[in-house]
């Protein structure tokens, strides 16, 4: 069971990248789906979340009209498209997958904007 991200990297402010997160080992389609990011020294946030259907969709205000989330449930994977990035982006990407009581984490993917 786990939630693999990749897709990070270092980007001049106004570029774009594209998350991923592959899970592997339970039933992803039934699973909501979150993206979170945490900053050196911040608490922990939550970025976008979308339903297991995909049909329900929220995003934080920092990254409204910037970032889209997106999931594919027949490749178990559940993408965060990030354009136009701030050098206030700069954080670790974590992938959250919830149903019921169960929560699991990936391991992160580091996303650096420079200015």
């Known amino acids: 069971v786990q939630l693999v991200e990749s897709g990070g990297g270092l980007v001049q402010s106004g570029g774009s990248l594209r998350l991923s997160c592959a899970a592997s080992?339970?039933?992803?389609?039934?699973?909501?789906m979150k993206w979170f990011r945490q900053a050196p020294g911040k608490e922990r946030e939550l970025v976008a979340s979308?339903?297991?259907?995909?049909?329900?969709?929220n995003y934080a205000d920092s990254v409204k009209e910037r970032f889209t989330i997106s999931r594919d449930n027949a490749k178990n994977t559940v993408y965060l498209q990030m354009n136009s990035l701030k050098p206030e982006d700069t954080a670790k990407y974590f992938c959250?997958?919830?149903?019921?009581?169960?929560?699991?984490w990936g391991q992160g993917t580091q996303v650096t904007v420079s200015s």
């Open positions: 979308i339903s297991s259907g995909g049909l329900y969709i």
């Open positions: 080992g339970f039933t992803f389609s039934i699973y909501a």
């Open positions: 959250h997958a919830a149903r019921a009581a169960r929560v699991l």
